[in-house]
């Protein structure tokens, strides 16, 4: 027979009850909201609504979302989505999305990584022409003058994975 002092009483069977259930619902809260960042994310990239740049979900979210953060220079100048400065489906990228505001190319980062250059946030969709190695970065702007006015610059850029 066992005795009294085995048996666990009320309140330690209460006080187990409630730290199980504190963690099973710290640990439900974490995964839904990891789904409604990927689905914001996700969402921006085709197309719904910006979470590149201005007054976006992005920014908030990347610190969380992504694991490794790597700051290099690169030399970024800007282009147009015009046949002459692209090819013949300039209002297409080689990633086959639809051009919009926030795109960057670049000839070594798979499609989708972030980037950020002066606090703003891009996201690799394109490709340069070959003769460009890993260091270059070309912003996709739909102004030419902005394109011209922007030039050629070497910037620190953030690599957010």
Same mark, same amino acid.
């Given at each position: 027979?066992?005795?009294?002092?085995? @048996?666990?009483?009320?309140?330690?069977?209460?006080?187990?009850?409630?730290?199980?259930?504190?963690?099973?619902s710290s640990?439900?809260? /974490?995964?839904?909201?990891?789904?409604?960042?990927?689905?914001?994310?996700?969402?921006?990239?085709?197309?719904g609504m910006?979470?590149?740049?201005?007054?976006? +979900?992005?920014?908030?979210?990347?610190?969380?979302?992504?694991?490794?953060?790597?700051?290099? /220079?690169?030399?970024?100048?800007? /282009?147009?989505?015009?046949?002459?400065?692209? $090819?013949?489906?300039?209002?297409?990228?080689?990633?086959?999305?639809?051009?919009?505001?926030?795109?960057?190319?670049?000839?070594?980062?798979?499609?989708?990584?972030?980037?950020?250059?002066?606090?703003? /946030?891009?996201?690799?969709? $394109?490709?340069?022409?070959?003769?460009?190695?890993?260091?270059?970065y070309d912003?996709?702007?739909?102004? +030419?003058?902005?394109?011209?006015?922007?030039?050629?610059?070497?910037?620190?850029?953030?690599?957010? @994975?």
């Open positions: 027979m066992k005795s009294e002092e085995s @048996k666990p009483n009320l309140w330690e069977i209460i006080i187990w009850i409630a730290i199980i259930s504190l963690l099973l640990l439900i809260f /974490y995964i839904l909201s990891l789904g409604e960042m990927k689905e914001n994310y996700t969402e921006g990239r085709s197309g910006s979470v590149i740049q201005g007054n976006s +979900l992005l920014p908030v979210c990347v610190p969380c979302y992504f694991e490794m953060r790597i700051k290099t /220079y690169g030399i970024i100048t800007a /282009y147009n989505p015009v046949k002459e400065q692209c $090819d013949n489906t300039p209002e297409i990228t080689a990633s086959g999305q639809k051009v919009r505001e926030g795109i960057i190319a670049n000839n070594c980062l798979e499609f989708g990584t972030i980037v950020k250059i002066n606090d703003k /946030y891009y996201e690799v969709q $394109d490709r340069m022409n070959k003769k460009y190695n890993c260091n270059y912003i996709l702007m739909f102004d +030419l003058e902005e394109a011209k006015k922007f030039g050629r610059q070497k910037l620190e850029i953030e690599l957010l @994975k």
